[in-house]
Nanobody
Framework: QVQLVESGGGLVQAGGSLRLSCTASGRTFSNYAMAWFRQAPGKEREFVAFISRNGGNTRYVDSVKGRFTISRDNAKNTVYLQMNSLKPEDTAVYYC??????????????????WGQGTQVTVSS
């Protein structure tokens, strides 16, 4: 069992920045690819970014490329999402997820084994 706890959400004006953190406990963090998803009201959960076990491979949804950066610190059991140049359409609950794998991550939410409780990000115009 892996427990994931997100933090760092909040209210920010358009153009601002936030850094989300997700700290894991319970199993060997470096055995898991990690990802961030988000869900806006009335919409389906959307892939945002993933990072491989050792951090060497990342992928982003097109809408956040060049603005968001996913990273991880395996010594701290933590994955981050640095979000810059935020837009109102980035408003959502952001979830981190863990996928046990010998390979890379995935953009499909049903391939992840564990989820955090979510953290709200609100971007005002």
């Amino acid at each position: 069992q892996v427990q994931l706890v997100e933090s760092g959400g909040g209210l920010v004006q358009a153009g601002g920045s936030l850094r989300l953190s997700c700290t894991a406990s319970g199993r060997t963090f470096s055995n898991y690819a990690m990802a961030w998803f988000r869900q806006a009201p009335g919409k389906e959960r959307e892939f945002v970014a993933f990072i491989s076990r050792n951090g060497g491979n990342t992928r982003y949804v097109d809408s956040v490329k060049g603005r968001f950066t996913i990273s991880r610190d395996n010594a701290k059991n933590t994955v981050y999402l640095q979000m810059n140049s935020l837009k109102p359409e980035d408003t959502a609950v952001y979830y981190c997820a863990a996928k046990y794998t010998y390979g890379s991550g995935s953009s499909y939410f049903n391939q992840y084994d564990y989820w955090g409780q979510g953290t709200q990000v609100t971007v005002s115009s």
